[in-house]
């Protein structure tokens, strides 16, 4: 009985294990750049962790299970209330601003779809303990910095960066309730994901009011922070959240990333927690989903029952990512094929045992090798060489046997040199 791998998870064969490495090194490498430090936590947590501030769309993708002791349990969807949790738990002891990241393997329950898999890894770093928009802005610098080694130029991606804070007071000035907030960002964050008469008929139905419901919209469409005013008056709220946008904007051009950035108010963020400026990375043309997204959200680690500590961070899945690296053909010229730098072959059927110490040495001097188990002649073993892209081929022929020396043919060129055994093994030592 052959067993199918489960809908919307994958298997990494080698290829696609270094691609998939060349982008978790990539993810790694720009977070110590820019002053992170690597944490991880468990992959399941306690069921109710979620059920408290991720927001009804998360709860309903999750993984739960019962342990033997009858405990509800959940993997992990996303890894920001382990943070919480965890930075709650040393408080005390941690030096703030803690900035840390993470790369979690992340399972949601959603419908299996271009981008979007049931199992992916995500690239998470958040800071800690500072309640000022260049905090907001290192953030998003750090998502550009990382996409912008990949290849990925403004022409090819926008942040898109809004402000729940100034949604909310918006909302305010409009005259909604307070309570209606929560629901109403969950249908407003599906704006574009839905038909526009479907999203018509369900904001009628949260906002029956057409004259609030109209200027809703208005607000969700405009193309500058300048405009909001010809939508709502700026009352102190709205003109706070305005001075905080521009503030946001104002460090992203310092640290050299504006043309990459816009301000779009239909950005809100699916995640229930999230209390002000609020971003989502995506690709120009817009036929795939956010390739990351955040945001600040002040309340999370007092809502977990620590203190209130503000707090701003991102995810970024590998799944959307390398789909348009694909497309834009920026990622098989950039991930580094196969390469084994020695492949050890005998030319004097004698000496097959030789060629088990010479590989061996040569791995011992930290270089990669191989050889071929299948005793053949030398032209079979030299293919075999090729077929594992093979750098240089180590020939133990009738040289070795009457001198000691070994044939090193340059796989790529054809060349081949006589050296010493000896002098060889010298060179390969670490310097
Ligand atoms: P999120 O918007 O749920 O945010 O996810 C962030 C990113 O994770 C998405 O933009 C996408 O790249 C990736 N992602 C999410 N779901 C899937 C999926 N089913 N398949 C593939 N990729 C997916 C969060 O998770 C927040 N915790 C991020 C955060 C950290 N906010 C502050 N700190």
Known sequence: MKIPPVKGTRDF???EMTRRNWIIDGWKKVSVCNGFEEYDGPI???LKMYQIKSGDEIVEQLFSLQDRGGRDLAIRPEITPTLARMVNQQVNALPRPIKWFSVPRLCRAERPQKGRLREFFQWNFDIIGIDSPEADAEIIFTSLDYLRTTGLTSADIKAK???????????TALGIAAEQFDTLYALLDKRTKLPP???????AEQIPDSQQASRISAFMALESVEQIESVVPADEAVQNAITELKAVFAALKLMGVSDYCVFDPGIVRGLAYYTGVVFEIHDVVGQLRAICGGGRY???LRDFGGPAIPATGMGMGDCVLEILL???????SQVPRRYLEYFVAFAVPTHTRTMYEIAAQIRSRGHSANFSYKLGGLSKQLKEAASQKAGKCVI???EYVDKQELVIKDMATGEQVLVDLGRFLSELEPD
């Open 298 to 300: 002040d309340n999370l």
């Open 161 to 171: 960066i809004s402000s729940r804070k100034l949604l909310a007071a918006v909302l």
């Open 326 to 332: 694909h497309e834009k053909g920026l990622l098989d």
């Open 197 to 203: 008469e479907t999203f018509a008929e369900l904001l």
């Open 44 to 46: 399941f947590e306690y």
């Open 13 to 15: 064969y080698p290829s």
């Open 396 to 398: 133990i022929g009738q």
